[in-house]
């Protein structure tokens, strides 16, 4: 059953790319159908016994096996739902809102091949088919932000994410390497029971290069800065990597292999200095963007770093539970976005306001996933993210930067939530609609589980999430963000709250400056590195071969002049060298 959940988008999306380009309706049939199949076999298997794992030899490297492994557990399968259900949504809701769209049928293809490499992360029980899925990601990730032509930056921001993602990869390659020979094998399970086997210079190298891939697949500093500019991607491209593939994928490896970076003391001080930035980082740099879909971008890299720092502490059920809660009401933010740049026909809240009558349907589902974005009961982000407060307690530095940015989550989402449906028209062309059922019923869909999850997890007594006196603190300071951002927007008359933050809210808004950080740092250094040897090649080793090739011709054509001589300077050729051999070989002999 794990093998078909798995096989069944792939397949649905490798046929797709055989498709011709226009050929809509059988490409979104195959994308839809390769998401439903996957949506109801993890059903089937979350409902039925399956667990442990399965494994087949695939191919061996010296005395290593590389097998095709199936690890199979609940963790797995309900991160596999959160994966199927906004695959499925997406797809769905591609339909109509790239209606039109000439290049739909490898679009709608390579959806299905991400979502099938992500549930091959997600069940691999071996690191090389785990590393096979990560990489096609990268691939798919690539393709499906660069797939608008007619924008400029789209092949920029494609690159730029390619680039950046397979710097933290190459890290994560070698990690994987120097497990898999300490262990003897690359097989999951081996691998974690070799751990406390291993010296500790080798663990802590070891899992130092797998965090360096995951910061670059989970956007986390410093590797983060190609997450926002990934918004040049269609809408629902955005609700899947920032929802339930890519930036996931790196949360559940360490989930996933937390036993190695568990056996690092140092590995989780740098995977929580790691995430208390990133999670303040992308709170601040949400504050004052005017593109809706980068003040979401730098929302998720912040809610990145929460799960990131419930992993430092070891906190794994915090970190899932906050990963599944993100997952729903990120995937239902996005999609709502999408719906409101469908109508105004421009991602900047500078040109929206008073939507909520004319979209009824979208604002009230949005404000559902900004009600679980800021932590609001009785909203999913509610529980999810107190959990996490809550289990970073131990680490005074990190439990501040959390409160911090609990506050600073509730400024920007209200901030967007105000701009967007409140106070007048910003721009008379605009006039609001709601769009078609194709795209409003993926909203209603993912609104439940948004606004439903905590709920549910409290009926059935889940742990983590309770009520309790510790829920006070995180609830006030989401109040205190939610009443700043509405006292910024009265003072601005109905206008942008981040006027209040004056000069510093450009410089927020930019990333804080980090990108002309790391292209004076990282980029220009290494293009002049580039260029350096490149003239090394050129003038130096190319000129040399050159050189030598001309002078050789040069001789060759001089010789060849005196071989075509006249008869009278051909015979004083020859007696010259005649004489000359004979004196050589008088004064030798």
Known sequence: ??????????????????????????????????????????????????????????????????????????????????????????QVYSVGYLAGDDRYGPYAAQISIFTGAML??????????????????????????????????????????????????????????????????????????AVPG???????????????????????????????????????????????????????????LFPVFGASPTALAVLAAMAGVTLLLGALAATAADDIKRVLAWSTVSQLGYMMAALSVGALDAAMFHLLAHAAFKALLFLCAGSVIHAVGSNLMSRM??????????????????????????????????????????????????????????????????????GPARDAAVHGHEPGWAMLSPLLVLAVPAAGLGVGALAADYELAHLGVELVLPLALAALGVAVAWWGWRRADAGDPAAVLGRAGPFLAGGLGLDTVQDRLVVRPVRALARAVTAVDVSGVDGAVNGLGRATTGAGAGLAAWHRAALPRALAGVLVGAVLVTVTAVVFA
């Open 353 to 422: 306001g008073g939507l909520r009558r004319s979209m009824p349907v979208t604002f009230w589902t949005m404000t559902i996933g900004l009600g679980a974005l800021v932590g609001l009961p009785p909203f999913a982000g509610f529980f999810s993210k107190e959990a996490v407060v809550a289990a970073v307690h131990e680490r005074p530095a990190l439990w501040v930067a959390a409160l911090l940015g609990v506050a600073v989550t509730a400024w920007y989402s209200t901030r967007l939530w105000l701009l967007t449906f409140f």
């Open 198 to 256: 291993m010296s500790p210079a080798a663990v802590t190298t070891a899992a130092l290069l797998l965090l360096a891939g995951v910061a670059g697949k989970s956007a986390q500093f410093p590797l983060h800065t190609w997450l926002p500019d990934a918004m040049a991607g269609p809408t629902p491209i955005s609700a899947l990597i920032h929802a339930a593939t890519m930036v996931a994928a790196g949360v559940y490896v360490v989930v996933r």
């Open 120 to 193: 091959t992360v997600v069940f691999s029980g071996d690191l090389i088919s785990l590393l096979v899925g990560w990489e096609v990601m990268g691939a798919c990730s690539y393709l499906l932000i660069a797939h608008d032509r007619t924008l400029p930056e789209a092949p920029r921001a494609a690159v730029k994410a390619f680039l950046v993602t397979r710097v933290g990869d190459v890290g994560f390659l070698l990690g994987i390497v120097l497990l898999g020979v300490h262990a003897g094998t690359f097989r999951i399970v081996d691998v974690l029971d």
């Open 1 to 90: 059953m794990i093998a078909t959940l798995v096989l069944a988008p792939l397949l649905c999306g490798l046929v797709g790319l055989l498709l011709p380009q226009r050929n809509r309706p059988v490409a979104a049939a195959l994308g839809i159908l390769g998401a439903t199949v996957a949506l109801v076999l993890t059903v089937l298997a979350l409902a039925g016994e399956e667990r442990g794992g399965v494994s087949y030899r695939w191919a061996r490297f010296g005395d290593l096996d590389v097998t095709l492994t199936a690890l199979v557990d609940t963790r797995a399968l309900l991160m596999a739902l959160a994966v199927a259900v906004v695959a499925l949504c997406v």
